[in-house]
Structures are given as C-alpha cells and as structure tokens.
C-alpha cells in the first residue's frame, strides 16, 4: 500500500489478487445469504394453506399426482431400433419420427384448448391438464 496526498492505494500485482480475493469474498458471502433465504422460504409456514410450508405442499403435491413410472422396454427398444438404422454422416442428428398417439382432428383440439404462452397456470398444473386432456381424447 502507498499514500499519497493522505490518500492509501494498492499498486502492483497484489492489486488483481486483492481484487479477486474480495470477489471471492463478495461471491461467498451472496450464496451463503441465498442458501439461507431458500430454506428460510421453503420452511416458513403459510396462513392461507393450514400452515404448511412450500416444501410440505410440494410433498404432498407429488404423493397426489404420481407420476406413471416410465416403460423401460419400449425405451430400449426405441433405442436399439435407432442404433441399429442409424449410420454416420455428417448431416448432423438422426430423429425418429415419432407418431402422436392423437388424431389429426384431436391433436388440433389440443393445440387449441392448451396455449402455454396465455395460460395462467403454471408449468406442472399445465403439464397435469395436459395429460389430462390427453387421456380424455384418447378415449
């Protein structure tokens, strides 16, 4: 350190690891403050939801609308159908089309009734009503 004009400054090199250090010191100190304020959040206690806490609604959530295990034959055998035809170019990725298990009539319907980018919902009560929907016209 210098002074100069009653004035204290950092010249040299320890100037970039001084500066580094405190960025350092500026990046822990924020994380440590996020990762307190998320369990702060997910913990605390909502009036209007009985009192429970966003981590217990999330629970609670996923135990109401499991979610169907995925059929681990078909994916293998989707897989190997793939490997099997697929040669290498230099075209770039190979896709499968992969056919909607919609009518061409259904799957327009669908397209009309879930609009992603108006709805007021949110991802996963999109996704939800989705499948719903889904299921609905499959019947």
Do not use: K
């Not at 040299?12 to 250090?21: A, D, P, Y």
């Not at 966003?54 to 793939?82: C, K, N, S, Y």
């Not at 896709?95 to 108006?118: D, F, K, R, Y």
Request: proline fraction near 4%.
């Amino acid at each position: 350190m210098h002074r100069r004009f009653n004035i204290w400054y950092l010249v040299g090199l320890t100037v970039s690891q001084e500066r580094i250090e405190r960025l350092w010191c500026d990046v822990w100190s924020a994380v440590t403050y996020l990762q307190c304020f998320l369990r702060s959040w997910n913990f605390h206690h909502i009036r209007s939801e009985g009192n429970l806490s966003p981590a217990q609604l999330w629970h609670i959530g996923m135990l109401q609308t499991p979610v169907e295990e995925p059929r681990v034959e078909a994916l293998e055998h989707l897989f190997q159908d793939h490997c099997s035809d697929a040669e290498p170019d230099d075209e770039g990725a190979v896709v499968s089309a992969i056919m909607s298990p919609l009518s061409e009539q259904n799957l327009t319907l669908l397209q009309g009734l879930v609009n992603p980018v108006t709805s007021a919902l949110g991802d996963r009560e999109l996704y939800i009503q989705t499948l719903y929907l889904v299921q609905i016209l499959n019947q």
